[in-house]
């Protein structure tokens, strides 16, 4: 009982496409609370990996488990309210909608009030504070009332992390959180990632092509390398592990 | 004996399914190419066909003998393609950067305007053309009689066929045209031309059309409107096939040819359902038809286009309830000051309102664009008609009952429907529209076929209050039609509401917030079929009398146009609409024959000029002006947090 319990597990997936293995049994575990990277050069499977541990698609083999329960093959809705939330790589928002109402809709489908079809959606105070709550952690609590397509690139990334966290996610998976973003927007999302997941016992588990941002704030990482594990550990393991260093990272982490 | 009967039958049936086949392969060839390429469902492609028709029928008055029909046959697609450019470089291209609805309505407006020139310059009767000596007579094949013109098709058609499998997979030319249907964004990152691209497949798509009615003409007649009928089939095919899929329009064409000759033998009275049945059947098992696959969102850069899309913005003020209160206000009084005519008048336009604002619960809201919606205004009307005539049902309970059964209709058609999106939901919706009009218009026994229903009792509502006058029926109507928007406005602006436009704005985010999207669109389809099939009962205790003519596809056209004439993302904006839409039928009716004419003009205007509809516009410059005076903004609009 005593040690942190496994959140999220991934068991022999595989996936193929056409003929071509996108994932060939990828397995690891995530802890309670833990931030853990998935790196690996571009085409290693990493988005893939991020549609099957969502639902997009099912794995041709292998399991998804989360908080004990079999999640492959769900329909994402279905995973979304088990407590998993979803950023992704291309910025996904609700961009004719002002920068409230992305995060309140987000709140009326978490509280189930989506299916409310008499209530006034302005007459929900809970759902409003909540949301400014939301959007003042992001930092877009005085931006509530434009419209998000006229957002900044930062700040419509930083919106989708709003909307991913009112739905109260336990895991949240973050896909590039940083794509886009200058140097200095990169550290404050960084820093806000960090500060929510210390707060709120939040799990993360994101990509990242960063590698300062990766070694900066994960604590353990997993390298994939065409569709396969090739490390699975601590910041300090995979600097030493000859493999990923010939491999991938290379110069990257030798100073 | 017996059995040289039977060659001889069947000779003549597969002769003629080919030669069907052969005319819907040479339409929906083009039209799948351009949707391939362009990414636009071309409703004004019957109308290109008809063109080809119109233009040999010219021709073949000057032309004469065998040497002039075969200039001719040649020319007049090529003078199809010469309107099509036109049509491409002048006004669709404007529009490439909008949503792919503005594309079709374009189009649609197009039809409009091409089949009213084409009346005014060859008149409204029925041409036969006529073909030289040469190929006009008949031939026996098997015992059977075959006109040779027959044969020249089935030679024509596949040569034709070749031609094109030729220019597509034999040229450089031919290879970025399936490069670029296949990924378009890929071939727009490689630098093709895509304007130039656009221009000659939008071209050759309508030479194929112009072609297809050139050969069909003199086998067929032409007539002012024979495009909408063709369209309706080629878009039948090219559903069945797969859009975009030239093997798909093929195989559709030879499905719909031997349905269509078969059907005619063995079942003559539901030969129209059986191809409308044949295509929900075909997408029901495989949604994105037999070759299609499902599309993915086809983005071109704008800077490609050289062009910036025109936003047109959803977020908007609610008025206050007071201001709201004003035109419900006026309306009661109306009887007051006016005869009969103006309340009748005004009695339609709270039907066309209901439907208009029920329908854009859906495109406006929740992002479907339904071409269907008919259907429902039919079953409504239908249910009032055959309760009050055969079961001497009183009138209040059925007009109740109209929503409870459009609703049933809607959730069965619903169901197989929100599994697809844009295009896809667009057409399936409009096959079971027309599936639900043939059967309206062949039974008979039971809807009175295309007599319809006449003589409609309307009985007192209980408490003995009368409806039947034209003033009771006008108050009754804004009461019904009052408290039914009323509703769809609550819908509208409730949390459900809300979740609906997020679905509109990004589907797959929506359902990363733990939404069953499928559920949700559903839902919205079954309220707007609802509230379309009340709006339908109450036409039909307002004329008295229905016809099927109601349930047809271009009757569910209607909301569509007034909508974006009112405004797409505003709730007032079909209403304003339906005025807009009734008045013109009424006026315009009585005073040109041109019509449609009329309204595919203004249509198109506000397509290409003001794609925010009227109310959109108005919105726009009312915030400007109002944001500087704020107790006006205060008193008059409120924000809505979720318009």
Known sequence: ?255 | MMATIDVSFLTVQVLSALRQAAFLFLISSGLTLIFGVLNILNFAHGALYMLGAYFIYALTLHLTGPAGFVVALLAAPLGVALIAAVIETGLLRRIYVQEEIYQLLLTYALVLIIDDLAKIVFGPEYKSIPKPDAISGAVTIFGGTVPVYTLLVLVLAPAIALVLWYLLYRTRTGKIVRATSSDREMADALGINMSALFTLVFAFGAILAGFGGALAGPARTVFPGVGTEVIIESFVVVVIGGLGNLWGALIGSLLIGTLETVGIIVFPEFEMSLIYLLMVAILVVRPWGLFGRPLKIKALSEKNLGMEAQEISPVHFSVNPLVRVIPVLLLLAVPLVTGRFYQYLLTQIFIASLVAVAFNLLLGTTGLLSFGQAAFYGVGAYTVGLLATKAGVSTLPALLLAPVFAAAVAALIGFFCVRLSGVHFAMLTLAFGQLVFTIAFKWYGFTGGDNGIQGIPVRPLPGGVEIGSTQAMYYFALAVVGVSVEILRRIRSSPFGSTLKAIRENTQRAAYLGVNVKLYQWAAFVIAGAFTGLAGGLYALMEKSITPDIIHWTKSGEPVFMTIIGGIYTFAGPMVGAVVFTVLNSYLVAWTEKWALVLGIILLVMVLLLPGGVVGFVNEKARAAFGKRGWVRRWTFSKSAAS
């Open chain 1, 1 to 255: 009982m005593g040690a942190p319990m496994d959140v999220l597990e991934i068991r022999g997936v595989v996936k193929s496409f056409g003929g071509v293995r996108a994932l060939q049994d990828v397995t690891f575990s995530v802890r309670q609370g833990e931030i853990r990277a998935i790196i690996g050069p571009n085409g290693a499977g990493k988005s893939t990996l991020f549609n099957v541990m969502t639902g997009l698609f099912p794995p041709d083999s292998g399991e998804v488990i989360f908080d004990g329960e079999r999640v492959s093959g769900v329909p994402p809705y279905r995973i979304i309210r088990k407590g998993v939330g979803r950023s992704f790589q291309i910025t996904n928002i609700f961009p004719r909608m002002t920068v409230f109402e992305n995060v309140q809709v987000a709140l009326f489908a978490h509280h189930r009030s989506s299916r409310n079809p008499v209530g006034l959606a302005r007459r929900y105070p809970a759902v409003a504070s909540e949301a400014l709550g939301i959007l003042g952690q992001v930092g877009l609590a005085e931006k509530y009332e434009q419209s998000a397509s006229i957002l900044s690139h930062g700040d419509q990334k930083r919106l989708e992390i709003a909307i991913s966290l009112a739905s109260r996610p336990r895991l949240l998976m973050l896909d590039e959180p940083t794509a886009g973003m200058s140097r200095f927007e990169s550290r404050e999302t960084v820093e806000l990632l960090r500060t929510i997941s210390r707060e709120q016992g939040l799990t993360l588990v994101f990509t990242e092509h960063d590698m300062d941002i990766v070694f900066g704030i994960s604590e353990k990482i997993v390298v994939l390398q065409q569709g396969m594990v090739i490390a699975d550990g601590t910041p300090a393991e995979i600097r030493a592990n000859p493999q990923v260093r010939k491999a991938y990272l290379g110069e990257e982490i030798s100073a």
